[in-house]
């Protein structure tokens, strides 16, 4: 396990009581643990957002070097691809 940093961090009382709850509930052994995982999940969250993100300048960089691509042709790959985004999103299981 990597070194482990105290830090002190400040919320709402219900943001508090929340993970008081979810430790007395036997979810979490420690609030520290829930807090970490929020992390863990947000980390990973931004690191798809960013992906995507990259995917999709990738698509009109493309389409920008490539004058032979009609613009219609370029949107409709780009609006497909943030529906694609959207629908795993919103899947079940998400």
Not at 18 to 46: C, F, I, K, N, Q
Not at 78 to 87: F, H, L, N, S
């Amino acid at each position: 396990m990597s070194k482990l940093e105290r830090i002190t961090v400040t919320m709402p009382a219900e943001m508090a009581a929340r993970l008081r709850a979810a430790v007395e509930r036997g979810e979490y052994a420690t609030t520290s643990e829930v807090v970490r995982e929020a992390l863990r999940d947000w980390g990973e969250e931004r690191e798809r957002t960013e992906a995507e993100n990259l995917a999709i300048r990738k698509l009109l960089d493309e389409a920008r070097q490539s004058p032979s691509l009609p613009a219609n042709e370029v949107f409709a790959r780009v609006r497909q691809r943030v529906a694609d985004v959207v629908a795993e999103a919103t899947a079940p299981g998400k």
